[in-house]
């Protein structure tokens, strides 16, 4: 798929890449001339030269490099700004496809892992694409006209001799090229784990303190930067050996050149302008043998990240769109049937053949301990995870057979993280609208009791939430989620999935009056939580243990039946909090 | 959001004195550093013979008729010799100023963050930590950018300037003149286009990261995305950030090819030049053919040292704008200093005493307003009081995280100020509500490094506060990696570690501020178990969060706008009938509200 891609690209943009090509080819022509004039001016003299002659010499030269330098600056940018426009279509493609895969995927995949296609493989392809090709055409060009001018107008068994030591420029390229880049890698780690310990430090630093422990910091500190040090004196070590070996293969050239072709001048197989001309030629042969080494580490290097985005973009949904998607009825009950749900890559079963009917217009509440399938179920009703077919139906329609977009409209949904962007709040309660309206952020604020918070912000609802909503408490974040699902006034199913926990009493209660005005409009509540407070409201409880439900009932049933629900009501009523 | 290193453009100009600051690291290097421009000069004199030998070859050797070969080979042995001398040079004194460099920084880095940990808390209140990073972390890479990048330029470039104007005037001193004019052209040009691709550099940079902070943002709420299916919406913003991000590459690539290109012509058209002006003065007998060819090869070496000199004026500045960075926080002093002759008590009981103690902040508003309480040796002592009553601020004095405003805290009799704050704080151990973690082992995190605490002593700690029965339960028991985060550690886990790693202090008097907070009620009863075995043999000091964690408490204080409103115990404080059986009945009402 990746190649694909390329390939399509280059048949895109194929005019483009012709008239770079072109350009490229002609520019190198034209530089190849510059040294053949050098030593043909300087031939002119033995044979006398007039100033007519001497200026239209100049002339030629400053024509040819203007020549020169456009046509190849032309080529250069066209084929890197090609390049970079590629990167960018790529980058688009990836964000869209991971847009389409679904929570197990991202369960999977660390986000500094995902990141780091975005910041390593795409980058190492546009460099392949502009670095690479650019390299390879000049090196290519360059390489094949000095040859033939030296080989054409010079003399063959010179060429072919002094170009000996040359040619092992690319061998140093291609041995010491990956180890500097492997190397300063590591220098890069050996940083970031230096600064890494400072950050771990000063965010602990009322610990660091208090513990006295500054001295053992600064010994790890120590430790850190001596690791930098050695790290750095190996690269160091590395980049000068590569810079010493270049100019002395070159170096050895030119002396065998300087030999050889005074010789050859001496015995008038070539000229004394050949020979400078030479020497010219020489100097110019050193580039392009490094750029074929740095063309096939580019390519080795992107050919990898190739892979890897390949096999990104070949990841699927594993739940998928039904072919023949139905309407979700408008009404009736949700019903779940013996539902039972292993997560992939899981052994045991997180729900085991929960069977339960919600009434259209009830409350439900649900509780239990860590771990015990709560937030399992409301992912499963918004199908961020996929049930066993006919598992859940609302109103008789498997929610298998309903296209996701119709089914996630028809639920506002508070998730246990309360996850925030860092845009402002308004933004954040009107992300589930397609335009901001102020009127519905204030309703949607004023049902879960953010409000008034809101408006006591200098900036009102234009604050933008730090990163991760660290500017907000958690109990602010949560009310801010909180009404973003609110704001959702259709939808006909509310899931709030443990999300009342960092908000105070008093806060809660309001909260739940919202959400009982929602209820008498006849929608359908799930709430999840630790804390039996929250769950007041609920016609039902249902209290989940290892997947299964082992109490269900009223309220009241349920704490006459002195179960886990009576047990937990024990000790909440009696270990109540002040929330000063 | 980001620290975005301001660019050299809007830098003071460098000043003498943090440049002094920065040359008293590199003191005892200065005999290196003699050592070094030797091997530059020797470095430089190889480059500049290499063109000049040729030219000796052409005009004695080869435009003579029937020339020998000989002195031919030994031109190109010498030369040959040369080269290598000039590399081994080069590749030494790289090597020792990059050594040189190397260790500077480091010592910098390491006396920086040795300051920074040696400061009072007053100063993290004040300071961003991500700042404070990049002190430690970028600004010192620039700083040693200074001695490896810009001093190595300006003595490499700069002596290869002066050599090769030196070669031109003793060749002939009018055309040397002649050629010295592309010094001029070349600066300009990079002065025009230097501050220019620095500002798009910059563009490029900050488009850079918001786009990538937008999909690092987004592919960690990508749920939310989907569960709201505002997929479409996400990927319209993606574009808004993409496509500008991609425009700026090809701006800034178009600038770098145009730079590059008007250099390459620059120099292509210097060598036209000179074919013209030294051809001329060859046809006029001025010069031999030879002179010509060095002048040609002459020109083309300005223009590598130019252009490395400009670059290298940005490292200064940004090195510059790092030590001044650098030099305020180390010229910040610690606000808590040691006593010069401190009190060092074998040992103590654990009695804390508060006497008409006061702080504040800023004079007008006080935080804490005449404390006065005495606690004995072993008491379990609850503190209580509404958000911002002064219950945290009153532990950080003891801690002397800040010092009082008024008023003395002594234990055992002893005015803390009178003693190292390092022995202070062996005796007096805080537990916080929130638990760093460090990445390294469990053990590592009990231990917190120190080498003096042995395995068995940690396992000792776990076991007393009931860490260990989930610690065996951890993959690798003691060695189980933690990150930062500790997303595999519970809340509850979490705080029995933080206890564990209080005791393996063994300190004399223990302070838990609201530490058990965000716990949920199952988990602190575990907790709570635990705090029972730490607290034996110790004075106990607990900031409550929920009034049924200071039940039992010896004395109970109830802080209010930063005095003490009330005192006693639990079931005297109840019959007292005020502001302690205020609190402990509104929390019991909303938790019976509505038939609850």
Redesign the interface.
Known sequence: MGQRLVRRFFHKHGTEYILAILAVGVSKILQVQ?PDI?GH??DQ?RRG?T?HG??R???D??VI??G???L??FG??TV??LA??F??DL??LL??H??????DY?NQHT?GD??SH??NDVPAIRQAL?GGINQTLQAVFLFVATLFMTIRHINLSLTVISLIPLLLIPVVVVKLGPKIRQQSRVVQES??A???M?????????????????G???????ER??S??DN??HL??LN??F??LI??LS??S???A??YG??L??SHHIT?GA??AF?VYLSMLVRPLMQFGNVINIFQNSSASLLRIQVLLEAQPQITEPAEPQHLPVHGPIVFHDLTFTYPHAKTPALRHLSLTVPEGSILGIVG??GSGKSTLTRLL?R?LDPPEKAITIGGTDIRNVA??DL??A?A?V?QDG?L??SSIGHNIA??T?QEDPAQIRQAAQAANILATVQTMPEGFDTVVG??GLTLSGGQRQRVAIA?ALIKTHARIIILDDSL?AVD??TE?TILGALRRLHQKGRTLIITS????SL?LADHIMVLEEGQIVEFGT?QELLQRQGFYAQ??A?????????? | ?ANVPQPGTSASRPSSATIRELLVYARPYTRLFAGVVALVIVYNLTQVIQPY??KV??DR???IP????EP??A???T??GI??VG??A??WQ??VI??AG??VV?QL??DL??H???LS?SF?ESHD?GR??TN??SDT?RISQFFTQFLLSVIRDGLTIVLVMGAMFLLNWKLALLSALVIPIIVVISAIFRPRLHKIYNTTRSRQSR???F?????????????????D???EA??HL??P??MA??NE??WD??FN?SF??LG??A???M??AG??A??HHTIK?GV??AF?SYIQQFFEPINSLTQNWNTLQSSMISAERISAVLATPPAIKDPPRPITPPAITGRIDFDHVSFAYERSRPILDDITCHILPGQFIGI????G?GKSTLISLL?R?YDVTSGTISIDHIDIRDVR??D???W???V?QEV?L??GSVADNIR???SDVSDAQVVHAARLTGAHAFISQLPQGYNTPLT?HGSNL?AGQRQLLAFA?TIV?NPSILVLDEATANL???S??AVQQGLIEVAKNRTTIVI?????TIRAADCIYVLDKGRIVESGTHDQLVAHHGAYAE?LQ???L???????
């Open positions: 510059i050098i001016f300087i003299f030269i100033p001497i200026d010499y100049a002339q030269l400053a490099s203007i020169y330098v456009i190849f600056g250069q940018f890197g700004k970079r426009i990167e960018g980058r688009r964000f869209d991971w847009e389409d895969l679904d929570a991202f986000t995902l990141l975005v910041l502009a940083l970031s230096m600064a890494g400072t950050e771990e430090s000063l965010q602990s630093i009322r610990l660091v303190k208090s513990a006295g422990n500054e053992v910091e600064v010994r790890r500190f120590t930067t001596d930098v040090y750095s004196m160091v070590r000068t050996t810079q010493a100019p002395l170096g050895i030119f002396a065998i300087l030999v005074g010789a001048t001496l004394l020979f400078v020497t301990r860590t918004v961020e996701k977009a996630r409209e639920i949904y998730p996850f962007f860092s992300f589930p397609p990163e991760h973003r926990s009493s008093l209660q630790h804390r039996l407070s007041r309220p937990l009501y000790i909440q009523s009696q270990g109540s909090e002040t929330h000063g | 959001m030998l040729v070859a052409i050797y080869l435009l029937h020339g020998r070969l031919l080979i031109i190109g042995a030369y040959l080269t290598l590399l081994l080069n590749l790289t090597r990059a050594s190397q260790q480091r880095r390491i963050f040795s920074i940990e040696s808390m993290f930590t404070l990073i430690v972390a890479t786009l990538i902070g999909i690092a943002e987004n592919l960690t709420g990508m749920r939310i995305i989907q569960v709201f299916h505002q997929e919406k996400q990927l993606f574009n993409n496509i991000f991609q590459n090809v690539f178009r090819v145009f290109r390459d012509l292509n058209l060598v036209a030049f074919a013209w051809g001329m060859v046809f053919i010509l060819y040609i209580c009081g509404e958000t009553a801690a995280f704050q390092a202070l704080h062996r007096v151990a805080v916080q760093n460090y990445s917190l490094f120190r930062p519970s790693r202090l949920d009620a199952m602190e009863i409550a969060h929920r009034l049924s609190m509104k929390s019991q909303t938790a019976n509200a509505e038939g609850f």
